[in-house]
Structure formats: structure tokens, C-alpha cells
């Protein structure tokens, strides 16, 4: 990996953990509370793979191209 594959992995990885902790701990009840009140995971799923699709996709056009002399 190049510098700049590694800044956008850890900006990547910076992004997936504030959205997945702003998401949990708005209810910290969560934990304590054993409550069978469904929650719809729906758009937190979306939002992380969306993160993970978009920094794979940006380590993958960063990467060093290399010609082949044959």
C-alpha cells in the first residue's frame, strides 16, 4: 500500500467508528435494557457499507499502476 492507500483506509476507519458509535449511544439504554422493542438496523447497515464500499473503492483507484514491459 501506497501513503495514500493508508490515509484513506484510516479515514475510512475513522468514519465507520464516529457512525457506528453516534448511533449507539444515543440510546444507552440499549445495554441496561432488555426491552423485545424491535430496532430497525436498516440504515445503520446502509450508512457502514456505504463507508466500507467507498473507502475500498478509493484504495482501489489510489493504487500504484504499473506498466509491464513484455
Request: charged share 20%.
Amino acid at each position: 500500500m501506497n501513503k495514500k492507500q493508508i490515509i484513506v483506509m484510516w479515514i475510512g476507519i475513522a468514519v465507520f467508528i464516529c457512525i457506528g458509535s453516534a448511533t449507539t449511544t444515543r440510546d444507552h439504554s440499549f445495554v441496561l435494557n432488555s426491552s423485545n422493542r424491535p430496532r430497525d438496523y436498516g440504515p445503520l447497515i446502509v450508512r457502514l457499507s456505504s463507508t466500507v464500499l467507498v473507502t475500498a473503492g478509493l484504495i482501489y483507484t489510489l493504487r500504484n499502476k504499473k506498466k509491464k514491459d513484455d
